[in-house]
Nanobody
């Protein structure tokens, strides 16, 4: 599956952004989807995940209550709505896809190495 992330930009602290990730090539609805981010000099870290049905959502603690992941299977797109952005959210954001293999624990979906497909990343910069 090919993934194309978009929606990043330069915003001020407290602003909002919505990232999109468009998928093509396979049956999107059969995939768990996630967002990761990587700040300069840091490891790529988990942000949020959504299961193939959309019924289960996971978030990294620092974004809970501010970020919302969602998906539209009819449009083959996953979204990340980011509110109350902070300078610490500055990073390149990547979407990732994982075929449903029948299990979807947090420990599995929050692990970078679980994912088979990655988008190219979109830069989010939050100024103070």
């Amino acid at each position: 599956v090919q993934l194309q992330a978009s929606g990043g930009g330069l915003v001020q602290a407290g602003d909002s952004l919505r990232l999109s990730c468009a998928a093509s090539g396979r049956t999107f609805s059969n995939y768990h989807m996630a967002w990761f981010r990587q700040a300069p000099g840091k490891e790529r870290e988990f942000v949020a995940a959504i299961t193939w049905t959309g019924d289960t959502l996971y978030y990294e603690d620092s974004v809970k209550g501010r970020f919302t992941i969602s998906r539209d299977n009819a449009k083959n797109t996953v979204y990340l709505q980011m509110n109350s952005l902070e300078p610490e959210d500055t990073a390149v954001y990547y979407c990732a896809a994982l075929p449903n293999r029948g299990y979807y624990a947090y420990s599995y979906l929050s692990t970078r190495n679980s994912y088979d497909y990655w988008g190219q990343g979109t830069q989010v910069t939050v100024s103070s």
